[in-house]
């Protein structure tokens, strides 16, 4: 924040592009996540996560309570994260049709560059304590409400035809999350290609009349 105070001795950086330092709670967040990934939270003890930091077990304290509260912070973030991408994109754009092909888009991609914490999120669920896992599973039904009232206003205002229109976003959110288990950048389809077909193919299922 400027302040209109000049820093006395203060030498400005000359490298407009210097990287941020890293920090350590960032380290071991990053760390945690690459190991529940590759060997599961029950399997990954705090000492494996401190010496891929680098770091004392004991020095983990400063950043966390426990290792449990990690996996709620890994969780959770993936999902209020995807909220806000989701909820900013759609922020400027109107029409059942192009909500839905817009918050497609979103899902395809964020589950594709954020795969490892995506598989965390549906696999270790049974892992949080109760009162974290209702508070992760609010955060997936406000995520979801957002695709079931897109499809339900389609319905109403003639853009889809489903009975259905709960199911079907369910339909779609799980095909959707499933690119994240098969996407390889060195694959046949890129993703923009992929996000395309599936959206095509989802408004063609839904479609009241041609899309």
């Known amino acids: 924040m400027h302040t209109g105070t000049r820093m006395v001795g203060a030498v400005p950086s000359t490298r407009s592009d210097a990287a941020p330092k890293t920090s350590t709670a960032d380290l071991i967040r990053s760390a945690a996540i690459d190991l529940f990934f590759e060997h599961g939270y029950e399997a990954t003890s ?7 930091v680098g770091i004392q077990v004991g ?3 400063n950043h966390l309570t426990s290792k449990e509260s990690l996996l709620y912070s890994i969780m959770s973030k993936i999902i209020e994260d995807l909220l806000s991408d989701l909820d900013s ?5 109107e029409g059942s ?4 092909r817009e918050g497609i888009a979103v899902h395809v991609f964020f589950h594709t560059a954020r795969s490892r914490e995506v598989f965390i999120g549906n696999s270790e669920l049974r892992s949080l304590t109760p009162a974290h896992r209702r508070k992760v599973v609010k955060l997936r039904d406000q995520y979801e409400s957002r695709f079931i009232d897109i499809v339900s206003q389609g319905v109403a205002d003639g853009s889809f035809d489903t009975a259905d229109p709960k199911m079907a976003a369910w339909a779609i959110l799980a095909v959707g999350t ?6 390889r950048p060195d694959g046949r389809l890129q993703l923009d290609d992929i996000a395309t077909l599936y959206t095509d193919l989802v408004l063609k299922g839904l479609a009241a009349r041609p899309v």
């Open 97 to 100: 049709v192009e909500r839905l």
């Open 178 to 183: 499933s690119t994240s288990t098969w996407f």
């Open 89 to 93: 994109r759609l922020e400027a754009v």
């Open 46 to 52: 705090l000492r494996a996560i401190a010496g891929e």
């Open 59 to 61: 020095s983990l304290y």
